[in-house]
């Protein structure tokens, strides 16, 4: 196949990432796999970015995730002019025939806002959609940017103006699925283990205090803002609390978390975040928001363990209630799901994955949704 993607994946993290890294991941996962189909990957990313590539171009020298708490837009608007100045470059040159954007805030601005001069370019839209309304109505009126969602939910809540510029979804997935259904099966232990950004979205809170309900030990794995150790967070001191994300920590999870019953590990990466998920009893999404794609939620099945989890966002769509996990609208059932979530079989959720949510599944539906963008957007 002759097709030149360039990919964004942003001035955040390196791809693959260090650790946390939800677009990271699906980058790192999804580039193999379309290489493999014979596309030719330009990588913009940070310079630390590891992944093998035909060409990679810089947004920042470092990783900028540390930013994320401040100066936001600073960094976002020094990451735009680079990527337009880039985007320019290889376009004059027809040395892209498509850009793959990740990253709203700098990507999809830029892209809209070169207009009809841009490359055909199709964003994936990662995050919750109410979160940047201008950006995404910066897409009205262009017909080069199309947009693809990570579940059909997550394109089904979305406003009408992007709704219009949809090509589809495309659900995430993860190396962990590869052969999933071959791997010997892991012994399990007593712990539930949420692994995410600590968030109120994610529902560390409920899930605390549901584990000192049961009295079933819970192990919360991810970072507080930018802190990805605990003994970070204590060292920054009071400053760290104009991060939302710490204070929702604070004053939310941490009086539940006795470092007994239920812990904060911190972000957890490699062998020991797969050990973690492998042997736990259940993977837990108490969820107080849409959750868009749920590449955590995959990753659980890949390892065979079942998920319990309000059915928000794509939850209904990535768990078949019964059989990969357990589903439900009441916060209150979740303490009777969690008990009863031994019951489902390891296996037949790491089947599941094998079949649904491997990287050459996902690659090959994005081959489709290029083609579809590059007809689209190349007709009169
Ligand atoms: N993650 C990780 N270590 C952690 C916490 C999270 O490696 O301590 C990874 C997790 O395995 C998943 C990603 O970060 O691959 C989070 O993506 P997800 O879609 O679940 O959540 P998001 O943060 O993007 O909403």
């Not at 009441?330 to 079949?355: I, M, T």
Request: charged fraction near 20%; include cysteine; charge should be negative.
């Amino acid at each position: 196949m002759s097709l030149t993607v360039l990919m964004n994946a942003g001035p955040w993290l390196s791809v693959p990432p260090p650790g946390y890294g939800g677009i990271e991941n699906v980058i790192a996962t999804l580039v193999p796999e379309l290489r493999r189909l014979g596309v030719r990957v330009v990588l913009a990313s940070v310079d630390s970015s590891t992944l093998p590539v035909d060409e990679q171009v810089s947004v920042f020298a470092d990783g900028q995730f540390a930013a994320l708490q401040r100066p936001y837009n600073q960094v976002c608007g020094i990451a735009q002019a680079h990527l337009a100045g880039v985007v320019r470059e290889l376009h004059s040159r027809d040395d892209i025939d498509l850009v793959h954007d990740h990253v709203e805030a700098v990507g999809l601005a830029t892209l809209a806002a070169m207009g009809p001069a841009g490359p055909p370019t199709l964003h994936t839209l990662h995050w919750d959609l109410a979160k940047h309304p201008a950006l995404y109505g910066a897409l009205d009126g262009g017909d080069r940017v199309r947009v693809n969602g990570v579940s059909a939910s997550q394109l089904a809540r979305a406003p009408l103006a992007l709704r219009e510029h949809s090509v589809g979804h495309v659900h995430l997935s993860t190396p962990l699925a590869v052969d999933a259904e071959r791997r010997p099966r892991a012994d399990k232990g007593e712990h539930l283990l949420i692994l995410g950004r600590i968030n109120p979205g994610k529902g560390q809170d409920v899930g605390a205090r549901l584990a000192h309900r049961v009295g079933v030990p819970l192990v919360l794995a991810g970072p507080v803002g930018p802190y990805h150790r605990p003994a970070d967070l204590a060292a920054a001191g009071d400053e760290a609390r104009q991060n939302p994300d710490v204070r929702f920590f604070l004053d939310e999870v941490a009086p539940h978390v006795d470092g007994d019953l239920v812990r904060w590990v911190g972000t957890v990466a490699g062998q020991e975040r797969d050990d973690l998920l492998a042997s736990a009893r259940a993977s837990l999404f108490p969820l107080r928001w849409e959750e868009p794609g749920g590449t955590a939620v995959v990753e659980s099945l890949a390892l065979g363990t079942p998920v319990v989890a309000t059915a928000r966002g794509c939850l209904p769509e990535l768990i078949e209630h019964g059989r990969t996990g357990l589903l439900t609208t009441d916060e209150e059932e979740l303490d009777d799901l969690v008990l009863s979530a031994e019951l489902l079989d390891p296996d037949e959720c790491r089947r599941v994955a094998a079949q649904r949510f491997t990287p050459a599944v996902m690659a090959q539906r994005y081959v489709e949704l290029y083609e579809r963008v590059r007809q689209g957007v190349s007709a009169p």
